[in-house]
């Protein structure tokens, strides 16, 4: 899942964020948790088959009232169809239903059957999926659900043409994903999904993929009526069988959601409806919207600001505010990726030499509560990950521009430039420019940095043809469930690349072998396999360089209550959220 979430992550560029993660550990604070230096421990599949609507409710909760969301970074979409950032998918469950959702209990995930009745069906060899769907739902407007809008939203998911940033597990495990381009482009006549009747929805597979029902909790799994779509300009009116619904949407700005009428809480087992009324709003400045939702006067008191509290603001979380303080788990690694393209092996790992995290952890504003240095592309929170060390990927120290440079030398590419996007209207942004300019080029390289407005970073950073050859997204990933196969297949084969999901843009047909090998094995060979892959793709490629495994840490208002962590994206739960009189 791509991951965006976090000072740091603004200032440096757009992140990965999908989707659906993993069940990581108990390490889930509520507002006013202990800091921990911790990262969360190895995940665990949950499952609860039997799980009805309604869902529990929360000690205490009120009805009533807004509640106010702030953070500096822009989600990119909400079409449902096209959201695999973290920040997007995690607003989106006030909306979207989809056939399975994570119900969050004692700090911990476990998947249960949201529209559909169960967790799926798979047929003897594996390659048949059936859903029974949930009778009686319906949309916004009052209109029932059928199993043909599941259906038609899968299809839709194939026009990766036009949504070209969702997940992308379905063009590698679907049947006739290599001839079937969506809707638009081929039609109806798909023959990986059927509907026998309006309640029951079949999927057909190539290869088997015995973590559909995880992929199920993704947006993409929402359904979609077609006489409603309007492509591009859906996400301004979508349709929502969610607890809300859009009152207006200002792209890049803000998203207001009021009660859907229509949303039927018996049948839901995962989300309630307790405020009137959401207001998201994006772009400010995420230190100042802190301080705002610390001080808690007006309408700040009911606010949550979702970007991971910033260094600065850390020693104000004494006494009363240290209740305002919600830790939890994040399956999250942050990257600085390299194209390996545009830069040669030998000038990649001049480039691990060269950088000094000590100061890049100090600007981007990184504390023990929000991070921890990273050495691997898994986190220690999915099963398979193995602590290793290579040299100068280690996410800590000074670095060694002189080192750098001699390499450089050696390789005959000193003076090679470097480039990238950042947000110039971001104060931070602008400062680790700035820092990461000053130690390259002290190491023997150019730089040139290209500042674009932070409302459409993640468009330019997303585009691998742009003219630039580092920090292209995903700059950071989330196990989207408990495996390494979330992680590998999707970002290093060379698919990746065309998919828009890859980590420094490899395409080695001997890795692609690796890891399908990997895949090939019975789940409970894989873990280790995808530790010791780990270690060679740094070793052998150095595609990116690992920053920090991410920590959830933010601010809410005094007055906002039912604050927990969602351990699968590193995001509070909205849907539990409630304001205290």
């Known amino acids: 899942m791509i991951r965006l979430k976090g000072t740091a ?35 665990q599949k949950a499952t609860d088959e039997s799980a009805k609507g309604p869902a529990k409710d929360i000690d205490g909760a009120k009805k009533g009232g807004t509640m106010t969301v702030y953070a500096e970074s822009t989600p990119s979409t909400f079409d449902p169809t096209n959201i695999y950032y973290t920040d997007g998918n995690q607003i989106a469950k006030l909306a979207f239903r989809t056939l399975t959702q994570f ?58 043409d036009v949504f070209d940033a ?33 309640s029951t929805l079949v999927i057909h597979l190539k290869t088997p993929f015995p973590d559909l029902p995880y992929y199920g909790t993704f947006p993409m799994f929402t359904p979609i009526p077609k006489a409603k779509d309007t492509k591009q300009k859906y996400e301004q009116n979508p349709m929502t069988t969610g607890p809300y619904m859009w009152q207006s949407y200002n792209p890049g700005a803000e998203l207001k959601l009021v009660k859907n009428p229509n949303w039927d809480a018996s049948t839901d087992p995962v989300r309630h409806q307790y405020v009137d009324a959401w207001d998201f709003k994006w772009g400010g400045d995420a230190i100042k919207s802190q301080q705002q939702v610390l001080a808690s006067q007006g309408p700040d008191a009911a606010a949550v600001e979702y970007d991971n509290v910033d260094a600065s603001v850390v020693p104000q979380l004494t006494g009363d505010k240290k209740a305002q303080l919600l830790q939890g788990d994040s399956p999250c690694t942050i990257v600085e990726q390299m194209d390996s393209r545009k830069i040669p092996l030998d000038v990649r790992k001049a480039i691990a ?41 280690t996410g800590t120290g000074q670095g060694d521009p002189a080192a750098a440079k001699a390499a450089l030398q050696k390789a005959g590419k000193l003076g090679f430039q470097l480039s990238w996007y950042y947000s110039n209207d971001s104060q931070t942004s602008s400062q680790l420019t700035q820092a990461r300019t000053k130690f ?11 500042g674009v407005p932070k409302a459409q970073i993640r468009k330019y950073t997303g585009n691998y043809d742009s003219p630039v050859n580092m920090l292209f997204s995903p ?25 828009g999901n890859s ?9 692609d072998k ?39 840490a933010i601010v809410i208002g005094n007055k906002v209550g039912g604050a927990v962590g969602d351990p699968t994206q590193g995001l509070p739960v909205f849907t539990q959220m409630f304001i205290k009189s």
Request: aromatic share 10%; charged share 20%; with cysteine.
């Open 103 to 160: 119900d969050i209990r004692n700090g911990k995930p476990v998947l249960v059957p949201d529209l559909a009745e169960d967790l799926g069906k798979v047929s003897a060899d594996k390659l048949t999926w059936t859903f029974k769907l949930k009778k009686g739902i319906k949309y916004q407007d009052g209109t029932p659900v059928k199993a043909e809008d599941f259906a038609y939203a899968i299809k839709r998911s194939f026009a990766h």
């Open 9 to 43: 992550l603004i200032a440096a560029v757009a992140v990965i964020g999908l989707a659906a993660c993993g069940t990581p550990s108990s390490n889930n604070k509520q507002a006013g948790g202990s800091s921990s230096d911790t990262i969360g421990g190895a995940q």
């Open 503 to 511: 980590i420094g843009e490899l395409m080695d047909p001997a890795l």
């Open 353 to 393: 030499l060269a950088y000094n995290w000590d100061e890049m952890n100090k600007v981007s504003g990184n504390n023990s509560l929000t991070s921890a240095p990273a050495s691997s592309i898994l986190p220690p929170a999915v099963p398979g990950y193995t602590k290793f060390s290579v040299a100068g990927l």
């Open 514 to 552: 690796k890891i399908d090998d990997i895949s090939a094995l019975p789940l409970d060979q894989q873990a280790a396999k995808w530790g010791a892959l780990d270690q060679d793709i740094l070793q052998t490629y150095v595609p990116a360089l690992p920053f920090y495994y991410d920590k959830m």
């Open 166 to 198: 969702g997940p992308t597990y379905q063009l590698s495990y679907f049947k006739d994903a290599d001839t079937y381009k969506g809707p638009y482009t081929s039609g109806d006549d798909y023959k990986g999904v059927e509907t026998p009747d309006d």
């Open 475 to 499: 700059r950071g990933w989330c196990s989207d469930w408990p495996s390494g196969s979330s992680w590998f297949p999707v970002l290093f084969k060379s698919q990746s690349v065309k998919d």
């Open 440 to 450: 390259l080029e002290a190491a023997g390289f150019k730089v040139k940095a290209i």
